[in-house]
């Protein structure tokens, strides 16, 4: 907890494990403890890194869209199914260099992480330790003084639907940001006993 501001800590990111989880059970997309709790929980610790890349110095600019989204689509397995969802929940953040003009335009990196737990799961490995990982290292950046700021957009996406098979992510394919993304990655537990990649 007292490593430099400017690092990455694994201890401060497991507090963000240890407080979701402490939500208890179901944290399914619709419970309680997913929808108010977690969304409330994740919203308050992005608000903090907005207001701390506001300070002078900060390498970065933060943009925060709470996401709301409806759609349906075909599944091709279990014999085929639609499916159909309503008032899903993205937190998305834009990360860009401190004062740029052309954030519209700029080339994105994607990272994304599910903070919804399937049925009967805390849900700490799949995957909150990945939504506590962009939260530290979002923080992380947001604090260093040592380093140049990135030269290209990163968004954070913190999906609430993964488990009912990727409603959150198909949702946020029509956002706007999307139109400037070169690169994405989907931070995801690899399974109990399997190596990550």
Known sequence: MD???GVFSE?????????VCGFGMPRTAGSHANEVLTVGYLLGEVHK???LSEL???PVDIEVDVHKVNGSFDLDFL??????????????LRITPNGSANKDRMPATLLSAHFDAAI???GASDDMAAVAVLLESLRALVQSRDH??????????????????LQAAHGFVSHGWMDNVHVFLNIEAAGAGMREM
């Not at 700021?149 to 009912?164: D, H, K, S, T």
Request: aromatic fraction near 6%.
């Open 3 to 5: 490593a430099p501001v």
């Open 11 to 19: 201890a401060r990111a497991f507090r963000h494990v240890d407080t």
């Open 49 to 51: 890194m907005v207001r």
């Open 56 to 58: 002078p110095g900060s």
């Open 79 to 92: 014999d085929g199914f639609e499916s159909i969802y309503a008032n899903i929940t993205n937190i998305a």
């Open 120 to 122: 009967g799961s805390l």
């Open 148 to 165: 140049d700021p990135p030269r290209n957009a990163l968004v954070l996406l913190l999906n609430g639907a993964e488990e009912n098979v």
